[in-house]
């Protein structure tokens, strides 16, 4: 394990961007991704409620492991280690890049969808979407360890990530769906995803630096 952060003398408004920013992008591409692939699955499968239903169920699912493996992270592992494995994870999350359907995919007519759903949102969205589930509790680890005055009361990270969230809820049915085509918005959100991913490398080499 490494030593603990350093004495917390650093007022930098610089770190409260570089880590509010990621926050907030992180909620925003979290609740664009969500309503946008279910439009795309629509054609498919319809809206039906059991459509909709296995798309929560695999969207909390897959939140609840991405809160699981940073707590993991963040208490079993120093903090080089934790930036190491991280950026590890990321890298093979570009593999699903740009999201979107895999090629000729199509849905069982004589069987329940559900199992395949699950199968095509996990080899769709499913890395991106579990390296989005991390950057909070993680982000939040990392800035109570990189020496900042304000680290043991970081309150401007949770109004980030509320904003980013609801900004997004709000902005899609509004301004995104009707205005972006599905192609743009699949390809805009894979560029937000890798803009989101050189943040997160911001903050590990932030935290890096204060250990």
Known sequence: MNSPANTKTDRSLFLIVLFAGTLFTSAALMFVLQPMFGKILLPLLGGSPAVWNTCMVFYQSILFLGYLYAH???????????????????????????????????PPTESNPTFW???????????????VSTTAPLIQKWFANVGHHTSDDPYYLYAASNIGSLMALLSY?????????????KSDWSIGFVVLCLLIAGCAFTLWKAQ
């Open 117 to 131: 759903l699950i199968g095509v949102l996990s080899i769709s969205i499913g890395l991106p979407f579990f390296v």
């Open 173 to 185: 049915p509004f301004l995104i769906e009707p205005n972006i085509g599905l192609a743009s918005q």
């Open 72 to 106: 993991f992270l963040s208490t079993r592992l120093g903090h080089h280690k934790q930036i190491m494995v991280h950026v590890a994870v990321i890298l093979v999350s570009f593999l699903a890049l740009p999201v979107g359907l895999p090629e000729s995919v199509s």
